[in-house]
């Protein structure tokens, strides 16, 4: 295990967030853990470290779910809000929607040993999925409101 990855697993049971670790087929190193948007609701998001030992580490943080396009006529409104939004509020992620009308936020970034900046980017994600997601609503909330 690297340093890096000790010191983010270190970082997270100090601030006491439930994230799951697994290593994927291609050694790196998986957390998923789950964001409560509401009582309700849960966004799910993993954090992908390159496992090599190394000065710089690269690192993948995606939200998935932030909604899903069921209703294809709507496919290019909601490429034009996604374009405006990462622009204007997406800050350092990329939301983008998949082929299978999943919306979803991905970040990709590297750190170092000293992995505070790799945590806050985690944590600014939620902040930013929850106000993306209400942008989202506001185009796809009649076809959500049927479901």
């Known amino acids: 295990m690297t340093e890096t990855i000790e010191n983010f697993e270190a970082l997270i049971k100090e601030k006491k967030i ?14 998923n853990g789950n964001f409560r948007l509401t009582k309700t609701k849960v966004l799910p998001f993993g954090i992908v470290f390159d496992s090599k030992d190394a000065q710089s580490v690269d690192f993948q943080i995606t939200y998935h779910k932030l909604a899903y396009v069921q209703d294809f006529s709507k496919k290019a409104a909601i490429l034009e809000l996604l374009n405006e939004l990462n622009q204007v509020k997406a800050g350092y992620y990329s939301v983008i929607l998949a082929g299978d009308g ?9 750190t170092t040993n000293d992995v505070l900046a790799a945590y806050e980017m985690m944590v600014f994600g939620s902040t930013i999925a929850k106000v993306l997601i209400k942008e989202i609503e506001k185009i796809l909330e009649p076809e959500n409101a049927a479901e």
């Open 102 to 110: 999943e919306v979803y936020l991905k970040l990709l970034s590297r």
């Open 18 to 31: 439930p994230l799951k670790r697994s290593e994927l087929k291609n050694g790196q190193i998986l957390f």
